[in-house]
């Protein structure tokens, strides 16, 4: 995202995603988002794009250059690589010359272990920052959301990012119960994958899994048909994607029914009527050559059901270990869902069928993390006993 001036000084908030960072500006508001994504020069270690140039480059090097996300499951997997994907954006943000160092505020998993916690700290550390405070991400959702996390009430929030679904019940400005399960949206495209290649002996790479995820995946049949960032995709009864090769896509989509609700440059719509079958191209694992496929959106549901439903067994097992006056609570004000994988259609239906409660998605799901932690940055004084929460034993699932 271009920056028309200079923002030294300011303070930050980040939200450090598996998939994509966004950057909230003291006073300004969110002013980056950026896929988390480095090309890297494998003989020298240099550098040569950050964010989403480089994102444009996976599936797609020579064999020198080597397409990096430095973080998995929600915590840094590659420091080095963190630490200059950090220092670009803080610098895309504030300018070449810092005329002082941010405080910058980072989101970070609930179940986040004290040596990644080290690991983030030190990251934005030499970055440029001269502060940095940790707020744990369903904390983030939920003020972002515009929950009433301070008051003595019971409020839940499901944040599914890329890495980590978090789940989380707060009260008074804490959270009383949680869980951090590394099952999210980077699981559900290796779970299309995996299906394609498993039925039909088709590879594809994992931004077509994305795609097709985006174009006709459902937790549960029927509902609104929400897309967030299709781009060059509009809402039809059929769409078609084009992968010249495993992580590549070659060309668009192509709409060939009249119930069309797709959006201009990727915004979030809705239609009565959402795709039912889809298009891919991908390379057959037994001649080697370029092979057309058609998937239909029972398909798609039938290999997201895993993922799925491990994020349901969460909210399940987070409300199995909320305490009665707080479940009540909970009944009437209903789930808040957050992040991208709030966009996933039926995801709202299919955990109301099954734990007989209401669930709503909130107005702006992939930015609340982020406008939380503004939030969080603009008035740092008042939620300053929200910030820096130390890892808590016991609270995260692995999956």
Same mark, same amino acid.
């Given at each position: 995202?271009?920056?028309?001036?200079?923002?030294?000084?300011?303070?930050?908030?980040?939200?450090?995603?598996?998939?994509?960072?966004?950057?909230?500006?003291?006073?300004?508001?969110?002013?980056?988002?950026?896929?988390?994504?480095?090309?890297?020069?494998?003989?020298?270690?240099?550098?040569?794009?950050?964010?989403?140039?480089?994102?444009?480059?996976?599936?797609?090097?020579?064999?020198?250059?080597?397409?990096?996300?430095?973080?998995?499951?929600?915590?840094?997997?590659?420091?080095?690589?963190?630490?200059?994907?950090?220092?670009?954006?803080?610098?895309?943000?504030?300018?070449?010359?810092?005329?002082?160092?941010?405080?910058?505020?980072?989101?970070?998993?609930?179940?986040?272990?004290?040596?990644?916690?080290?690991?983030?700290?030190?990251?934005?550390?030499?970055?440029?920052?001269?502060?940095?405070?940790?707020?744990?991400?369903?904390?983030?959702?939920?003020?972002?959301?515009?929950?009433?996390?301070?008051?003595?009430?019971?409020?839940?929030?499901?944040?599914?990012?890329?890495?980590?679904?978090?789940?989380?019940?707060?009260?008074?400005?804490?959270?009383?119960?949680?869980?951090?399960?590394?099952?999210?949206?980077?699981?559900?495209?290796?779970?299309?994958?995996?299906?394609?290649?498993?039925?039909?002996?088709?590879?594809?790479?994992?931004?077509?899994?994305?795609?097709?995820?985006?174009?006709?995946?459902?937790?549960?049949?029927?509902?609104?048909?929400?897309?967030? *960032?299709?781009?060059?995709?509009?809402? +039809?009864?059929?769409? $078609?994607?084009? &992968? %010249?090769? !495993?992580? /590549?896509?070659?060309?668009?989509?192509?709409?060939?029914?009249?119930?069309?609700?797709?959006?201009?440059?990727?915004?979030?719509?809705?239609?009565?009527?959402?795709?039912?079958?889809?298009?891919?191209?991908?390379?057959?694992?037994?001649?080697?050559?370029?092979?057309?496929?058609?998937?239909?959106?029972?398909?798609?549901?039938?290999?997201?059901?895993?993922?799925?439903?491990?994020?349901?067994?969460?909210?399940?097992?987070?409300?199995?270990?909320?305490?009665?006056?707080?479940?009540?609570?909970?009944?009437?004000?209903?789930?808040?869902?957050?992040?991208?994988?709030?966009?996933?259609?039926?995801?709202?239906?299919?955990?109301?069928?099954?734990?007989?409660?209401?669930?709503?998605?909130?107005?702006?799901?992939?930015?609340?993390?982020?406008?939380?932690? *503004?939030?969080?940055?603009?008035?740092? +004084?008042?939620?300053? $006993?929200?910030? &820096? %929460?130390? !890892?808590? /034993?016991?609270?995260?699932?692995?999956?």
């Amino acid at each position: 995202m271009a920056q028309s001036k200079s923002f030294s000084g300011r303070d930050m908030g980040i939200d450090l995603g598996t998939a994509n960072t966004l950057v909230y500006v003291r006073g300004k508001g969110v002013v980056l988002n950026e896929p988390s994504v480095v090309a890297v020069n494998a003989v020298d270690g240099s550098v040569l794009s950050v964010g989403a140039e480089a994102k444009e480059t996976i599936g797609r090097t020579p064999s020198n250059i080597v397409a990096v996300r430095p973080l998995r499951d929600g915590v840094i997997a590659d420091f080095e690589i963190a630490e200059r994907m950090l220092r670009h954006f803080i610098r895309k943000v504030a300018g070449n010359r810092m005329l002082s160092r941010p405080r910058v505020v980072v989101c970070v998993p609930s179940g986040i272990t004290g040596v990644e916690r080290r690991a983030v700290i030190e990251a934005a550390s030499q970055a440029g920052a001269r502060q940095v405070h940790l707020v744990e991400e369903p904390m983030a959702a939920a003020i972002g959301a515009g929950l009433p996390v301070s008051e003595p009430t019971g409020c839940m929030v499901v944040d599914i990012g890329g890495g980590t679904a978090e789940v989380a019940v707060i009260s008074l400005g804490g959270i009383v119960t949680a869980r951090s399960v590394r099952t999210a949206g980077d699981a559900m495209d290796a779970a299309i994958t995996a299906y394609v290649k498993k039925r039909y002996a088709l590879a594809i790479g994992e931004r077509t899994a994305e795609e097709i995820k985006m174009a006709i995946g459902s937790a549960a049949p029927g509902g609104t048909w929400a897309t967030a *960032g299709l781009g060059r995709l509009t809402a +039809s009864r059929h769409v $078609t994607l084009v &992968d %010249a090769g !495993p992580g /590549t896509i070659a060309s668009g989509g192509e709409a060939d029914g009249a119930d069309a609700a797709g959006g201009p440059d990727g915004e979030r719509t809705q239609g009565l009527l959402p795709p039912e079958r889809c298009t891919v191209r991908g390379r057959d694992q037994a001649s080697g050559l370029p092979k057309l496929l058609e998937l239909s959106a029972d398909e798609v549901r039938h290999a997201l059901a895993e993922p799925v439903d491990a994020i349901v067994a969460a909210v399940r097992e987070t409300l199995d270990e909320t305490p009665p006056e707080l479940a009540g609570d909970i009944m009437d004000r209903g789930v808040v869902l957050t992040g991208g994988g709030a966009l996933l259609r039926g995801l709202d239906t299919r955990i109301a069928r099954e734990l007989d409660i209401p669930v709503l998605v909130a107005d702006d799901p992939l930015n609340c993390v982020a406008v939380g932690t *503004g939030r969080c940055v603009e008035d740092f +004084s008042a939620l300053r $006993t929200m910030l &820096d %929460a130390k !890892p808590r /034993t016991g609270i995260a699932a692995r999956m």
